[in-house]
Antibody
């Protein structure tokens, strides 16, 4: 069974940092691009980042560019999201998800990890 | 950025009746490679999203055939032929033709 398990969320003050991790099991991790997607409380979905299967290519929306960094360690089946200079508006559930590149569709999602940014 | 809009934003439906959700993009979703990267996701209460449809109309494995997708260019539709209780949730369209990937605001489907 394919599973994604996020960790690393928590409460942090504005301006602080967190690193999220997502460990994958049941799939050939190095075959797949990966996404981070977030959902603020009671709100819709927002794409946060994509990393290619090799880790060479990364993409971000303007809302997090320069503050968030996605990376991966294929030897550990893990993708990371380093979040710096956090803002109150970054408060959300952060989902790790597999991106099927040939379809540009996100088919497997983790359960998410909650990030709260508050003073 | 490509802006995705959906209508209606809320859809109360009777069990066994059909439901239809419209999704529109601010520009064509046809990629230079000829594909249209439009997908539909379902999010049940308290759950992560689930992929239903990709490439406009292709049902993901395990998705019931009462779900269907259609459309082209900038106008797309998700239809549920006969709504069941387990279909309650929020439905999102998503485009990945161009970065940033963007989602529609979501359509809440619940039972009358």
């Amino acid at each position: 069974e394919v599973q994604l398990l996020e960790s690393g969320g928590g409460l942090v003050q504005p301006g602080g940092s967190l690193r999220l991790s997502c460990i994958a099991s049941g799939l050939r991790f190095n075959y797949y691009a990966m996404n981070w997607v977030r959902q603020a409380p009671g709100k819709g979905l927002e794409w946060v980042s994509t990393i290619s299967n090799t880790g060479v290519d990364t993409h971000y929306p303007d809302s997090v560019k320069g503050r968030f960094t996605i990376s991966r360690d294929n030897s550990k089946n893990t993708v990371y999201l380093q979040m710096d200079s956090l803002r109150v508006e970054d408060t959300a559930i952060y989902y790790c998800a597999r991106l099927l590149w040939e379809f540009r569709a996100v088919d497997i999602w983790g359960q998410g990890t909650m990030v709260s940014v508050s003073s | 950025d490509i802006v995705m809009t959906q209508s209606p934003l809320s859809s109360p439906v009777t069990l066994g009746q059909p439901a239809s959700i419209s999704c529109r993009s601010s520009q064509s979703l046809v990629h230079a490679d000829g594909n249209t990267y439009l997908s539909w996701l379902q999010q049940r209460p308290g759950q992560p999203p689930r992929l239903l449809i990709y490439h406009i109309s292709n049902r993901f494995p395990g998705v019931p055939d009462r779900f269907s997708g259609s459309g082209a260019g900038t106008d797309f539709t998700l239809k549920i032929s006969r709504v069941e209780a387990e279909d309650v949730g929020v439905y999102y369209c998503m485009q990945a033709t161009q970065y940033p990937q963007t989602f529609g605001p979501g359509t809440k489907v619940d039972i009358k």
